[in-house]
C-alpha cells in the first residue's frame, strides 16, 4: 500500500489517502510464425487467466499491436439489450418480415 498527502485544491488541508501498489504489467517477448501466428508466452497466459479458446479482438496501429480479450456480455446485461432493441424496432415500423428479407439480401451480397 502506498500513503499519499492530499491537498484538496487551495484548501490548504492535508488528507493521506492509500492507495492500492499499482501492478507491474505482465512483460515477455514472443515472434511471430511464417502462418502469422503468435504464442502468448505461458507466464502472460497464466497471469491473465487465459485459457484455449479464448477470442481476442486484434487491433494494430503504426507499430503496436493489441490483443484486447472479447468478453461476452451477461445474460441479464444482454436480455435488456434485446428488449430496448425490440422496443426501437417496434417504434420505427420494423416488422419481423423486415428483417428477414435484410439477412437473406446480405447474404446473397456475399
Given at each position: ?9 487551495g ?40 485459457e ?59
Amino acid at each position: 500500500m502506498t500513503h499519499v498527502l492530499l491537498e484538496p485544491a487551495g484548501t490548504g488541508i492535508l488528507t493521506s489517502k492509500i492507495l492500492p501498489e499499482p501492478r507491474m504489467p505482465a512483460i515477455a517477448t514472443t515472434t511471430m510464425s511464417s502462418k502469422g501466428q503468435v504464442v502468448i508466452p505461458e507466464n502472460l497466459r497464466i497471469a491473465l487467466s487465459l485459457e484455449p479458446g479464448t477470442r481476442f479482438v486484434v487491433v494494430g496501429e503504426r507499430d503496436t499491436v493489441m490483443l484486447k480479450v472479447i468478453t461476452p456480455p451477461k445474460r441479464s446485461e444482454f436480455d435488456g439489450l434485446l428488449r430496448r432493441a425490440r422496443r426501437a424496432a417496434a417504434a420505427s415500423g420494423l416488422r419481423r418480415k423486415d428483417v428477414a428479407k435484410a439477412i437473406k439480401d446480405a447474404r446473397r451480397r456475399q
